[in-house]
């Protein structure tokens, strides 16, 4: 890449770009953003001592005059604008070869991105994922740090893809991503909203904010790109109004849509429904488990339909498709009940979890959770209230408590319990432990939180925990 700069400069070869000044080196672009912590104009003179050639700024910035007259300072509005189409430009524009879909919504992200992952590979594609329990493509899983990563991140593995033959790509855009505009220069050929219901207002602080932030998805597209939209969702009706004149394609169960799934059967081992809508009608049955799945099946079905795929395609991927890691994930207990693992942390996922398990037992339901730590405080006594109304026992334990101390956490849940069959065991596998001691045939035990993670984050050190592995171990 050749760097076009101000007058009285020479052009030059753009070896890379960074917003790190730790990872400047010869011939890079630092792009100075402000970030939570920190700001990136007080690591300039960092960047120039490394190396950098060039450094884009929004004000305040240009610190040090005496250092900044050696190289080109271009200021821009916003920073993190211009890192993001800088990463696309460098990277060559890979979204042009790589036909990307975003999901967002609070709930149901990963599921639907694994379920459009199956029907890609049914139709003999060769795609890509990007999202909250990795990023995978080809034979190569790569850990996942963030749902959506930054800008470089992303188009250096969009590039990357794009190199080794993937032709399409699913990804999860959180709604930090999107307020950071960390895919602003990605070209979406489709979008998909689940659904919005309380979370992250440690960040966002309204809900307002938070839904504005996830419209920009949809707000960015182009004029052919198709959005998938849950219109029994209030904020998806609110956001399909608010795209009007654009492609859009409306998805759900109670109230009118594009696509509706009807004649639902559910049973603890599955679904079986009819799906109507765009111009088809076919049964499907389905190994996922509750109602809040046949909306993220609705959601990958009107998104295969939007691209053209075939019933035949879409049926043969989504009746052999099984589970998704930590997503009410089934172990089986030799005792007669049943025990789900999920990733459920907000109180409407909760909700949602709980009364889908409600309707496979007519015995107890006995749930462990927590809440994490340095996130929204406001959905705590919430989440208790949810657990203490459905559940017929519960255990309160810790989550990933990060740098809060865990009884402070727990009390906050307790603020919103209504009646005293509960108990508190910090300790989680403990808790679990106890959960599954209190079960009989029957009954179902809900592990809920973590989901598909395999670490615990306490004060200023992350240990190995598996909820998976240690419902395993104490059924064992």
Not at 27 to 51: C, L, Y
Not at 79 to 93: D, I, V
Not at 408 to 416: A, R, T
Request: aromatic content about 6%; glycine content about 8%.
């Amino acid at each position: 890449m050749i760097a076009r700069i101000p007058v009285g400069f020479k052009d030059f070869q753009v070896r890379g770009i960074a917003c790190n000044s730790k990872l400047i080196d010869d011939d890079f672009i630092f792009v100075a953003v402000k970030g939570n912590k920190e700001d990136g104009n007080e690591f300039i003179p960092e960047a120039i001592a490394r190396g950098a050639k060039a450094v884009i700024y929004q004000s305040p910035g240009r610190q040090d005059t005496k250092i900044s007259g050696r190289i080109p300072f271009i200021k821009v509005k916003d920073a993190r604008k211009a890192l993001a189409k800088l990463a696309s430009e460098f990277y060559a524009n890979p979204s042009s070869l790589v036909k990307v879909t975003g999901v967002t919504g609070t709930n149901g992200k990963t599921t639907v991105t694994y379920l459009i992952e199956a029907l890609l590979k049914e139709a003999n594609l060769s795609p890509a994922v990007i999202g909250t329990i990795n990023y995978r493509f080809k034979n190569e899983v790569i850990v996942s740090k963030n749902t959506t990563p930054g800008p470089l991140e992303l188009q250096g593995m969009l590039k990357n893809m794009a190199d080794k033959g993937v032709d399409s790509a699913v990804m999860e855009v959180s709604s930090h991503a999107l307020d950071q505009d960390r895919t602003m220069g990605i070209n979406f050929s489709s979008a998909i909203f689940t659904n919005l219901t309380q979370d992250h207002l440690d960040y966002h602080k309204t809900m307002q904010d938070y839904f504005l932030a996830k419209a920009k998805l949809f707000k960015g597209l182009r004029e052919k790109s198709a959005s998938i939209i849950n219109t029994d969702d209030k904020y998806g009706q609110r956001l399909k109004r608010s795209i009007r004149g654009k492609r859009v394609i409306t998805y759900g169960i109670r109230n009118k849509a594009d696509l509706k799934a009807l004649d639902i059967r559910m049973n603890i081992n599955g679904a079986e429904f009819t799906l109507k809508g765009l111009n088809n009608e076919f049964n499907l049955k389905t190994r996922l488990v509750g109602r809040h799945n046949i909306y993220n099946i609705l959601a990958a079905v009107g998104w295969a339909i939007s691209e053209g795929l075939s019933v035949k395609i879409i049926r043969g991927a989504l009746e052999k498709f099984t589970l998704v890691p930590g997503r009410l994930e089934k172990i089986d207990s030799p005792k007669g009940f049943s025990v789900f693992v999920d990733y459920a942390h907000t109180d409407d996922a909760l909700k949602n979890v709980i009364t889908t398990l409600r309707q496979l037992t007519d015995k107890k339901i006995i749930v462990v959770f927590g809440c994490g730590g340095d996130r929204d405080k406001t959905k705590r006594p919430k989440m208790g209230r949810v657990v203490s109304r459905l559940a017929d026992q519960f255990i309160i334990t810790n989550d990933n408590p990060r740098s809060e101390d865990p009884e402070v956490i727990i009390s906050d849940i307790k603020k919103g319990i209504l009646n005293s069959n509960y108990l508190v065991l910090p300790d989680r596998k403990k808790a679990i432990n106890k959960a599954i001691s209190l079960a009989s045939s029957g009954d179902i035990v809900l592990v809920a939180g973590k989901g598909h993670e395999n670490y615990q984050i306490l004060k200023d050190k992350i240990i190995s925990f598996n909820d998976r592995e240690i419902v395993k171990e104490c059924l064992a």
